[in-house]
C-alpha cells in the first residue's frame, strides 16, 4: 500500500530531484482550499506515541509540528522525515451550513483528493447544520456499515464515527466498519460524519451522500438491509455511556423473502424513571397488535417475516439518581428453520369461476408477540392474505414460522344457465390436486350451484355415503360437506345440515341454488382425502326443499334430522325422506325428539310415514303427539312438511332408523291391550294385533292421503286437494284416510289404480286420553304427553340382532308412565304387520 502512494507522488518528485527521492520524497506537497468551500485541514501529531529517534517537523516556511490550512488559503510543505506518517495523521473537516440558505445535497466528495494528500492518517469530518426541523439521511453506498463498540477497531481500519445533535448537545449515534448492514442513517438538526482512513488504505471515495428530509420527529433512525442470512449488532445512542433522556430511537430492518429475522438483546441496562417507562416497541408485518411494546428485560420476538422496525424509547429520569439506559443488540436473520423455502405451483388455468384465499386463520388476539406469517406470489409480493384467481397459474411460497397459522378457503360456482342443456348432466365436485398438496390447511371448499328457477333441481351422490352430524351420533371424520341453499337472501338460507363420510345417506336432492362446503377438520383430512367426492346432477324440478336417500347399514343407527335444525323447519317446507330396507331386516323408525312444541300460525304440519311398496300411510299432525316407535319391512318414506309456526314454535324433528334382521318361523299371535286406546281399537274393529308371519303374501295396496299445507306447496300426487275450510276452523282437524287394509279392497279400481279415496276426519288428541292412536299398525302407546327417549323399544323390534327374536315387553313401557302395571302384556311384533 505504501508503495502505491509512493508511486503517486513519484512522478512530481522525479521532476524535481532525479536520483534523490529518498530525501526530497516529503517535499512537495501544495493544498490549496477555495474560498467559501467551509474546509480546514490540519496536520498534527498522531495519537499514537511517537516512536524513538529523531523527531519529525513540518516545513511550510518554517519547521513545525502541526500546520492548519483554512479555506482561501493554499500551503506547501514537507516533511522532515520519510515516514512522516508515523507521526502525523491529517484531518480534513469540512462546514456544511444548511441554516443559512440552499446547501449541498448528493453524493459527497472526498475533499481535497486524497491523491494531492501526504500519505498520513486521515480523517475526514463533514459537519452538516441544519434546522431543528430538517431531517438529514446519510446514504451509504456498499460496502454498508456496520457498527463496533467505541474503542473495537476495524480489520481494514477504516471507520466511520456519526454523531448527531440534540438541542445543542452532541450525541454519538455509533462507530461503524465498512462491510456490514447499515445503508442508512437519518438524523436532525445536525449531523457529523467522521470517515477515518489510514494512511495506507487506497479508498478515495467517501462512500455515502446527505439528503434531506422532512423531520424524522426523534433522535435517529438506522436501516439495516439484509440481502441474505447474517447479523448485525446494534447500539443505543452513546453506548456505552447512557442514552439521552427521554429521547426514541429507531432501527430499521428489510429482510427479504424468505428470510427470517430474530432480535435478542445482548447487554441493556434501564435508567431510574419518574415518569413514563423504558420501553422498545416494534413494528412487524402481520402483526395485529402493532406496536408490539415490550420491556427491555422481556424475551424479544424471534422469526420474524418481513420488514420491521424497533424503537426504543427513553423516560424522564430521576434527578437524583438518572441511572442509565443503554441497549446492545442482534439481529439474527436466517432461512426458516423449519420449513423449506419451497415454492408451490397452483395452476387454476383451466378452472372458471373459481377462487382460493389463502388467509390468516382467525385466532385470539393477545399482546403477545405473533411472528409475521406471509403468502408470497412468485416469491416477490408477499401478503397476510392472498386470493388466486381462476385462469392463471401461480406460484406461490410460504413465509411464516408456522403454516398452522393459515389456512385457505376456495369458492367455485357451477351455474346452470340453459336448463335444457344441463339437464341431467352431471359433475364432481372434488378439490384439485393442486390445492390439496399446499402445506396450508384446507378450510372450506365451496361449490355454489346455481340453477334457473322451477327448472332445475339438484342431486348430489357422495362418493361414500353420508352421515348426518348429529348430537346423538357426532361427525367423526376428518372433514364434512355443510350443505346451506345459496338463495339471494344469504340470511334466510336454509341450512341443510352437516354431513360426514360413514353414513347411510347415498343422495341428497335439492329443490334449488345450494352451496356445498367441503370444511376440514385438521390435518388428517390427508389420510382421508379419497373418501372426498362428491357428484352433482341437474335433474328436474322438484318442490321439496330436500329429499334424502337413506340405506341404513345393520350396524349402526342412523339418526336423521330436518333441514335448519334449532332454527326450525322454514314455513310451508317439506322435506321426504326415501328410507331403504333391505328384504331380509326389519327397521324400526323411532322419533327421538321434538325440539320446541309446534304451534301452527296457518296451514298444517305433519309427518307421513308411507310404506313405498303398499303406499300404506300414516299421518301425523306434528303439533300433537310424535308417532311411536314402527317397525317396517318394505322401503319406505318420511315426509315432513311445515306450517307457517307461530313466532317462536319452530319445527325441529329429530328420527332414528335401526335395523335388525326379520324374524322369519314364528307365528305369534298377540293381542295388544292397551288401556282405553285398545278398547277403543277394539270396539272399532279396526285393528287386530295379530302377527301371522308369512313373507310371500303380498300385501294389498293400501292407499291413503294427507291433506296438508293447504296452501299447496305440497300435495300428493294423482290426488284432489281438500277443501282448507275445514280445518282453517279446526286446526286440530285434519283430513285421514282409514286404513285401506280394512276399506282398500273395495277402492280398487278395474285397472288396479285406486279410485278416490274415502277421507274421515279424525281428531288427534284432545285430551288425556293416553291410548293408541287408530293408526295401522297399532303400537303400544304411552300417555301422549310423554316425550319418547331414544331407547323406547320399537314394537316388535328387536334392538340387538341377535337377541330374542320376539319381546316380552314390560307393561311399564307400554302403559307410558301412567303407574298402571296391572295388565301384564305379552306383546311382540307389531312389526309383523297386518296382511304380511
Ligand atoms: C494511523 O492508523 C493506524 C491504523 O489505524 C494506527 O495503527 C497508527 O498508529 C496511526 N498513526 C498515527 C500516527 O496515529
Ligand atoms: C466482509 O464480507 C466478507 C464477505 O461478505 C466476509 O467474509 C467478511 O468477514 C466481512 N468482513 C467484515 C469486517 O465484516
Ligand atoms: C479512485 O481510484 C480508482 C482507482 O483506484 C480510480 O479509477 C478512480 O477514478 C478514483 N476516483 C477518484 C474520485 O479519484
Ligand atoms: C430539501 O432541500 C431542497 C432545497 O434545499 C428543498 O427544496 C426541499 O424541499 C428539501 N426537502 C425536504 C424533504 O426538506
Ligand atoms: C447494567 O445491568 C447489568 C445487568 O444487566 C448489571 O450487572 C449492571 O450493574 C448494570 N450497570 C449499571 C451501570 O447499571
Ligand atoms: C415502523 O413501521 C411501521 C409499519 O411499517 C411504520 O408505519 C412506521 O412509520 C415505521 N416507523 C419508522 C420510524 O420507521
Ligand atoms: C432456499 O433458498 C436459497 C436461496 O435462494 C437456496 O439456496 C436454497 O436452495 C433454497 N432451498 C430450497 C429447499 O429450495
Ligand atoms: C382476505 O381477502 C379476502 C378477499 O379479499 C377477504 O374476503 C378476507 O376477509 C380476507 N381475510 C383476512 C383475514 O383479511
Ligand atoms: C368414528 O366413529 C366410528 C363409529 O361411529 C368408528 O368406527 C370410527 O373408528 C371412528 N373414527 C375415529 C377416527 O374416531
Ligand atoms: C339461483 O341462482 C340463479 C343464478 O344466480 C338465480 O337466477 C336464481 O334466482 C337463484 N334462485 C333462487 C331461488 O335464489
Ligand atoms: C328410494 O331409495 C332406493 C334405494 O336407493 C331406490 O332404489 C329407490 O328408487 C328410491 N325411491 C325413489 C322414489 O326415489
Ligand atoms: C313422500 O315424498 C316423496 C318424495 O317427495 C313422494 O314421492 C311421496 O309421494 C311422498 N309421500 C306422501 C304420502 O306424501
Redo the contacts with the bound molecule.
Sequence with gaps: MAGLNCGVTLPLLGVLLLGAVRLTRGAAFEIGLPYGSGITVSISPGASPLPPGKPCYIFSRKMATSLVIKSGETKGFSFSCLNPENYFVIEILRNIDCMAGPCFFGEVQLQPPTSQLPTLNRTFIWNVQAHKRIGLELQFSLPRLRQIEPGDSCPDGVTHSISGRVDSTNVKIGTFCSNGTVSRIKMQEGVQMALHLPWFHPRNVSGFSIANRSS?K?LC?I?SVFEGEGSATLMSANYPLGFPEDELM?W?FVIPPPLRASVSFLRFNVSNCERKEERVEY?I?GSTT??EVFKLADKQPGNMAG???L?LQGCDQDAQNPGILRLKFEVLVQYPQHESNVSYVVDLSHERAMSLSIEPRPGRQSRRFVPGCFVCLESRTCSTNLTLTAGSRHRISFLCDDLTRLWMNAEKIFSCMDHRYCLRKSYPLQVPRDILQLPVQLHDFSWKLLVPNDRLSLALVPAQKLQQHTQERLCNASFSYLLAGAGASPGQDLYFGSFCPGGAIQQIQVKQNISVTLRTFGPSFRQEVSRQGLTVSFIPYFKEEGVFEVIPDTKSKVYLRTPNWERGLPALASVSWNISVPSDQVACLTFVKERTGLVCQTGRAFLIVQEQSSAAEEVFSLEEVLPKPSAHHHNFWVNISNCSPASGKQLDLLFQVSLSPRTVDLTVILIAVVGGGALLLFALGLIICFVKKNRKKKRNKALAVGVYNGNGNTQMPMQPKFPKAPKDIDPHVYAVIEDTMVYGHLLQGSNGSFVQPEVDTYRPFQGPVGDCPPSPPPICSRAPTLKLAPEDPCPGFSPEPESEPYTFSHPAKCSGGDGNTDVPLLHAHEAEQPGE
Excluded: V
Aim: aromatic residues 14%; glycine residues 0%.
Design positions: 424524522i426523534r433512525i436501516e429507531t430499521q413494528y408485518p402493532n406496536p420488514n420491521f422496525n424503537s
